[in-house]
């Protein structure tokens, strides 16, 4: 990264503050086209199950989600079912939820603290390392190389406060080359100090068409018309690093409900930049691809919403989480009353508004006999989102991937067509 990611916080500011006070706008080059079957789709679906979530760093979850030696999570990512956990030194670790006798669960809790999981089949016990401690009586099993046999285990790496992995345990590739600077930025945040609140999830469709809605602020003042308000902006401005994305408004509305979610900079937009404060400057939707999103909210105290998209076994199913994370746990009843209510808020927003949405284009879509869906000039998150999919599906290798991320260039608040040279 060229720039300190503190100074290219706030050239971001900066360029959103510029647009605003002269009312403009800055958009993609063109319509973008996307093919009609791309979110039903199975041989698509299979590839992006291999390609993307098989090969790309994902977010798991945020650090303080697991605190504490021997806590420990259960995903199911695809087709993978993992353990993400804390280990006795500290250390994150992942691996795969099969124990390495016939292959059972070694545990069917969603989360909990633990030192060692025993295989409910024949009684194998493994650390929370992940390494086979114990085969049930041994000297009638026969002879195998114990140290060989520890759950598979995939790369993981704690940044930012975030646990990124690569959910593949015969993956050559390593995490950090992905994230483009990206987690320097969001360092800025300093999660690694902030608190877990807690965890909602709930049934969506197919991946893309669940996360394409936090990709862009046009349907905000109609969908959310009830909830944010008609007055909301529907403008938002994208800054890539590679593949991830950062929008906030160039809409300069004085406080509004959507303040912190949509990152509005009115707030600071009349101030010298030397009064410019990290928080608001902040503001704003932070996607990690391939299915993240962080977004922030004043409700009880600072705080964000963690959502991650994560697909399932069939093209047309994913489940949303939600985490909620918070500089400081709130102190009174009152504030976390405050704190709770937002999240409620912001589910019901998510889940009754955006994912409705979603489940009706994946209802009527394939008999719909539209060939093309389009994206607009003011899409370009969603323009962004669909293209990378497209081009990490078409990395047939790891080092066409590699390439794919070495080539792509990082922009910071210049209009698209200066992107390419950015
Ligand atoms: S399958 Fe786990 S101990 Fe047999
Ligand atoms: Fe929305």
Same mark, same amino acid.
């Given at each position: 990264?060229t720039? /300190?990611?503190?100074?290219?916080?706030?050239?971001?500011?900066?360029?959103?503050?510029?647009? &605003?006070?002269?009312?403009?706008?800055?958009? $993609?080059?063109?319509?973008?086209?996307?093919?009609?079957?791309t979110?039903s789709?199975?041989?698509?679906?299979?590839?992006?199950?291999?390609r993307?979530?098989?090969?790309?760093?994902?977010?798991?979850?945020?650090?303080?989600?697991?605190?504490?030696?021997?806590?420990?999570?259960?995903?199911?990512?695809?087709k993978?079912?993992?353990?993400?956990?804390?280990?006795?030194?500290?250390?994150?670790?992942g691996?795969?939820?099969?124990?390495?006798?016939?292959g059972?669960?070694?545990t069917?809790?969603?989360?909990?603290?633990a030192?060692?999981?025993v295989?409910?089949?024949?009684?194998?016990?493994?650390?929370?390392?992940?390494?086979?401690i114990?085969?049930?009586a041994?000297?009638?099993?026969?002879?195998?190389?114990?140290?060989?046999?520890?759950?598979?285990e995939?790369?993981?790496?704690?940044k !930012?406060?975030?646990i990124?992995?690569?959910?593949?345990?015969?993956?050559?590739?390593?995490?950090?080359?992905f994230?483009?600077?990206?987690d320097?930025?969001?360092?800025l945040?300093?999660?690694? /100090?902030?608190?877990?609140?807690s965890?909602?999830?709930?049934?969506?469709?197919?991946?893309?068409?669940?996360?394409d809605g936090?990709?862009e602020?046009?349907?905000?003042?109609v969908?959310h &018309?009830?909830t944010?308000?008609?007055?909301?902006?529907?403008?938002?401005?994208?800054?890539?690093?590679?593949?991830h994305q950062?929008?906030?408004?160039?809409?300069?509305?004085?406080d509004?409900?959507?303040?912190?979610?949509?990152?509005?900079?009115?707030?600071?937009?009349?101030?010298?930049?030397?009064?410019?404060?990290? /928080?608001?400057?902040?503001?704003?939707v932070?996607?990690?691809?391939?299915?993240?999103?962080?977004a922030?909210? &004043?409700?009880?105290?600072?705080?964000?919403?963690?959502?991650?998209?994560?697909?399932?076994?069939?093209?047309?199913?994913?489940?949303?989480?939600?985490?909620?994370?918070?500089?400081?746990?709130?102190?009174?009843?009152?504030?976390?009353?405050?704190?709770?209510?937002?999240?409620?808020?912001?589910?019901?927003v998510?889940?009754?508004?955006?994912?409705?949405?979603?489940?009706?284009?994946?209802?009527?879509?394939?008999?719909?006999?539209?060939?093309?869906?389009?994206?607009?000039r003011?899409?370009?998150?969603?323009q962004?989102?669909?293209?990378?999919? $497209?081009?990490?599906?078409?990395?047939?290798?790891?080092?066409?991937?590699?390439?794919?991320?070495?080539?792509s260039?990082?922009?910071?608040?210049?209009?698209?067509?200066?992107? !390419?040279?950015?």
């Amino acid at each position: 990264m060229t720039r /300190e990611p503190l100074e290219l916080l706030k050239s971001m500011a900066r360029h959103a503050i510029g647009l &605003g006070h002269r009312q403009a706008m800055e958009y $993609a080059d063109d319509v973008m086209l996307l093919p009609g079957n791309t979110y039903s789709d199975e041989t698509q679906f299979a590839l992006e199950m291999d390609r993307i979530f098989g090969r790309l760093p994902l977010i798991l979850g945020p650090s303080s989600e697991l605190a504490a030696p021997g806590d420990f999570k259960t995903m199911k990512i695809g087709k993978a079912s993992i353990i993400v956990a804390r280990d006795k030194s500290g250390q994150i670790r992942g691996y795969m939820n099969a124990c390495r006798h016939r292959g059972v669960k070694v545990t069917e809790e969603s989360c909990g603290n633990a030192s060692r999981f025993v295989c409910p089949f024949h009684g194998w016990t493994f650390g929370i390392d992940g390494k086979l401690i114990g085969i049930s009586a041994r000297e009638d099993f026969g002879d195998v190389e114990k140290s060989a046999l520890g759950l598979r285990e995939f790369p993981v790496l704690e940044k !930012a406060g975030m646990i990124w992995a690569i959910v593949n345990p015969d993956t050559n590739l390593t995490i950090e080359p992905f994230l483009k600077g990206y987690d320097e930025i969001l360092a800025l945040f300093g999660f690694s /100090e902030w608190k877990f609140f807690s965890k909602r999830s709930f049934k969506c469709p197919n991946w893309k068409l669940s996360f394409d809605g936090y990709l862009e602020f046009y349907h905000v003042p109609v969908l959310h &018309g009830e909830t944010f308000g008609r007055d909301t902006t529907n403008r938002g401005l994208y800054y890539t690093w590679g593949p991830h994305q950062h929008i906030k408004t160039p809409d300069l509305t004085p406080d509004h409900v959507a303040t912190e979610t949509l990152g509005y900079m009115a707030r600071i937009a009349d101030l010298a930049e030397a009064e410019w404060d990290l /928080e608001t400057m902040s503001y704003g939707v932070w996607t990690v691809f391939p299915c993240i999103s962080i977004a922030s909210f &004043g409700g009880g105290g600072r705080g964000v919403m963690i959502s991650q998209v994560l697909p399932g076994e069939n093209v047309g199913e994913s489940t949303t989480y939600q985490y909620y994370i918070m500089e400081n746990l709130p102190e009174t009843q009152e504030l976390a009353d405050r704190a709770e209510a937002q999240f409620a808020f912001l589910q019901e927003v998510v889940e009754r508004e955006d994912i409705a949405m979603a489940y009706s284009i994946q209802d009527t879509l394939p008999g719909s006999h539209i060939e093309n869906l389009y994206l607009g000039r003011n899409e370009l998150g969603n323009q962004n989102f669909h293209s990378w999919v $497209a081009k990490v599906v078409a990395a047939e290798d790891d080092e066409a991937l590699v390439r794919l991320f070495e080539q792509s260039p990082v922009a910071h608040g210049v209009p698209p067509k200066e992107r !390419a040279e950015a």
